[in-house]
């Protein structure tokens, strides 16, 4: 039973990484961009989600409406500011730029919410379900994390294949320039994916929290870099990948923890991702780019 | 139908445009023919909002369209198919049609273009569910000229639509060219290949290191001296 209940904590915090990855990976497909500040807005999420929720009685769904739309406005704010002045610079120009303003989140965390750990109160009062005669204790938190996940990521599938902003953020991720000439706004489906990205963030900081109760303005820089991982694991690029990227991250993390060793974790996680590089360089569901000339 | 007026474009320090000028009248062709680097794409990238020029302006049916930026001038009736094709290589030729429609709204309208699509190039039919970046340049080079129809325009740019392609390939895309103009659609055509252009053509312009350095009738172009040892190895 030990083994099951690993396993199935690996797929909850895995599937917070995946909710995490799809929105380093979504923006690095379409406006081929690393945003290292991701992992940030996670962070502002959980926090405007325990001052409205813990801090002013807000009912849990409004509190975190509140903060999807927060982070999303954030998110879009970020790109309009940082990132599209930028959108003719170098790489290094613009990869700079994300980890100025993940500092400057953090910073701007610690001068209104102070660096003292505020310890979050679960957004999720059910208490789960015990199976096999109680050996088996599956807590509330754990299944709705694993369902909203799976929500989610099909959701999400259905919206790119299936809706124009859809069709535009697939043409924009192929070929920017091509995408301007059959009319798609490339401006615009950059700001929406930041907004998705961001609103996302949102949900996987209320959701990371509740199972990690202690949130600090550093809460969301480890999760965001294991996200950033799964993303680049899966294949960068991906809406599925970043689903297997984030599943089998939290999973490994989670049996090195328990059978390995608790500090050992995170290299093992780590080591696992240069191998799978080493034999497929562009992660599991990367694809290949092929061009003809 | 389309007009251009002094335009100026600069890269930096290069003058890429030094003030051309020249009109496409309705249900022309239009030859642009000049060497490399003349400044022929980037006549055609200004004129679909691609680049923004530095001074001069852009007339689509006497409508300014200078400042008007690149993903509105589709919906304007003007269709651009780009130098080196740029088929969306990860999607395949049936998605790639279909965003050429993305403007469109009507769906039986959409289906109806794409079956005069495929019909002007049945290969692309048969292709349909395969990826764009898997075809051959030629096969590439009709995707991206269906693509363009798909949104219906009233005028096609096309910049270098034979460039990279054997012989057989040459004469087929000139073929279509021509019934792309014979159904109506006014084309504004860039070429190296200057005496298959001009053989198809109604007029030509012909561009000098940003300049317009001679027009006139096609046909008069095709057997100019200069002309003839400049551009057409005679
Ligand atoms: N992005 C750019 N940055 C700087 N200079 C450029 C850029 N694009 C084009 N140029 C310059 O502008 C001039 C015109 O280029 P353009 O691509 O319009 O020529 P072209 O006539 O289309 O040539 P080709 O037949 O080789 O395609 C050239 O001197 C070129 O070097
Ligand atoms: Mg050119």
């Not at chain 2, 969306?88 to 790639?96: C, D, M, R, Y």
Request: hydrophobic share 50%; glycine share 10%; proline share 3%.
């Amino acid at each position: 039973m030990g083994f099951l209940t690993y396993l199935i904590n690996g797929l909850s915090l895995g599937s917070v990484y995946a909710i995490i990855a799809l929105g380093y990976t979504m923006v690095y497909g379409i406006a081929k961009m690393l945003n290292f500040a991701h992992g940030d807005v996670i962070m502002i999420g959980a926090y405007l989600v325990f001052m409205t929720m813990t801090g002013s009685g807000m009912p849990v769904v409004v509190s975190i409406v509140i903060s999807i739309i927060c982070c999303t406005a954030l998110g879009m704010l970020i790109e309009k500011v940082a990132y599209k002045p930028l959108r003719k610079a170098t790489n290094l120009a613009v990869l700079i730029t994300a980890i100025g303003v993940s500092y400057f989140l953090q910073n701007m965390a610690l001068l209104i919410f102070g660096s003292n750990p505020i310890s979050f109160t679960s957004v999720i009062t059910w208490q789960g379900i015990t199976l096999a005669g109680g050996q088996l204790k599956i807590t509330g938190v754990t299944i709705i994390t694993i369902i909203t996940c799976l929500i989610i990521m099909v959701a999400l599938m259905w919206f790119v294949k299936n809706t124009k902003p859809g069709q535009a953020m697939r043409a924009v991720s192929e070929d920017r320039d091509a995408a301007t000439l059959m009319g798609i706004n490339v401006n615009g489906t950059i700001s929406l994916t930041f907004a998705i990205g961001s609103g996302l963030a949102a949900i996987a900081g209320a959701l990371l929290c509740s199972s990690y109760p202690v949130l600090t303005p550093y809460t969301g820089s480890m999760p965001g870099i294991k996200a950033f991982t799964a993303a680049v694991f899966g294949g960068i690029g991906s809406i599925p990948g970043a689903l297997i990227g984030g599943l089998l991250l939290g999973i490994i993390e989670n049996l090195a923890k328990a059978y390995i060793s608790s500090q050992l974790a995170d290299a093992i996680v780590f080591a696992v991702l240069i191998i799978v590089l080493l034999v497929k360089p562009t992660g599991i569901l990367g694809k290949q780019t092929k061009e003809k000339v | 139908m389309l007009k251009v007026e002094n335009l100026v474009v600069n890269y930096g320090v290069i003058q890429a445009l030094k003030g051309i000028s020249f009109e496409v009248n309705e249900g022309e062709v239009i030859a642009l023919i000049g060497a490399n680097g003349a400044g022929k794409t980037t006549t055609l990238q200004t004129i679909s909002g691609m680049l923004s020029p530095n001074s001069g302006k852009v007339l689509l049916n006497d409508v300014d369209i200078t400042t008007i930026p690149g993903h509105k001038i589709v919906s304007m009736g003007m269709a651009h198919v780009p130098e080196g094709r740029r088929v969306f290589p990860g999607l395949t030729v049936l998605e790639n049609l279909k965003m050429g429609a993305y403007t469109r709204s009507n769906k039986t309208e959409i289906a109806k273009t794409l079956e005069q699509v495929y019909e002007s190039f049945p290969r692309l039919k048969e292709r349909q569910n395969q990826l764009a970046g898997t075809l051959s340049g030629g096969e590439q080079q009709m995707l991206a000229m269906g693509r363009a129809l798909m949104s219906n325009p009233k005028i096609v740019l096309m910049d270098e639509p034979s460039m990279g392609l054997s012989p057989i390939y040459v004469d087929e895309i000139f073929k279509i060219i021509q019934s792309i103009s014979d159904a109506g659609t006014t084309v504004l055509l860039v070429e190296q290949n200057a005496k298959k252009a001009l053989a198809i053509a109604d007029r030509a312009y012909v561009l000098e290191t940003g300049n317009v350095v001679l027009s006139g009738d096609a046909k008069d172009l095709l057997n100019d001296d200069s002309i003839k040892k400049a551009y057409l190895g005679e």
